[in-house]
């Protein structure tokens, strides 16, 4: 079956402008986690959903960034009025459930210039 | 908070010899500690991870909590290990959120 998807695989964009980062992840995995990972850097926890309970936000780093998932499929990852520091590479994973016994697949990134 | 270190960015060996890339963590409480390979142009993956206890492609880790590492292992490298490693911690069982390492990139020469 298919995997986790990002898109767009690349994106370009000028400081100060506001992004939207899309993860599809697989279908009947209710558990859902954005990444970012920096040049050089391991990757950094953003977000967490499971299911329909409150996100775990507390690896945002800033209120700049965002994210929505609606029910148990898409998510998008917004950052608003982006600076040079958010460039990276921003990676969605899903798994079944929470739990570490649940493997988390990730999908192949977004990597994000800012200009 | 917890904290996952690689302390090599590279490793270079020759084929067939023996590989051990490092991993030490700090966290007070009993974490899971996992190994993830990202393999040239391809995702992201999981490698091993200690609950299994299990070995794959060869490949063995050890959770040492009293030196509090998890160094992953291998006795006869192949090229097609090269790849980027990455140690990853999460706080316990329950909880699924990982903190990775910067990454270890293991280079296999013929």
């Known amino acids: 079956g298919a995997g986790v998807s990002q898109s767009p695989s690349n994106k370009v964009t000028e400081k100060g402008k506001d992004v939207e980062l899309r993860c599809d992840p697989i279908s009947g995995h209710t558990a859902l986690y954005w990444y970012r990972q920096r040049l050089g850097q391991g990757l950094e926890f953003l977000i967490y959903?499971?299911?329909?309970?409150?996100?775990?936000k507390s690896g945002l780093p800033s209120d700049r960034f965002s994210a929505e998932r609606t029910g148990e499929s898409v998510s998008t990852l917004t950052i608003q009025r982006t600076q040079q520091e958010d460039s990276a590479v921003y990676l969605c994973?899903?798994?079944?459930?929470?739990?570490?016994?649940?493997?988390?697949?990730f999908g192949p990134g977004t990597r994000l210039t800012v200009l | 908070a917890q904290r996952v270190t690689q302390p090599e960015k590279l490793l270079s060996v020759f084929k067939g010899a023996p590989v051990e890339l490092k991993c030490n963590y700090s966290y007070s409480g009993s974490p899971e500690l996992f190994w993830y390979v990202q393999y040239s142009r391809q995702r992201l993956q999981l490698l091993l991870r200690?609950?299994s206890r299990e070995s794959i492609k060869g490949f063995t880790a050890d959770l040492n909590k009293g030196e509090t590492s998890f160094h992953l292992k291998k006795p006869f490298a192949q090229e097609e290990d090269s790849a980027m490693y990455y140690c990853a911690l999460a706080k316990d069982s329950g909880y699924s959120t990982l903190t990775f390492g910067k990454g270890t990139m293991l280079l296999v020469s013929p």
């Open positions: 200690h609950i």
């Open positions: 994973a899903s798994s079944l459930t929470r739990g570490i016994e649940n493997e988390q697949f």
């Open positions: 959903f499971q299911g329909n309970s409150a996100p775990d």
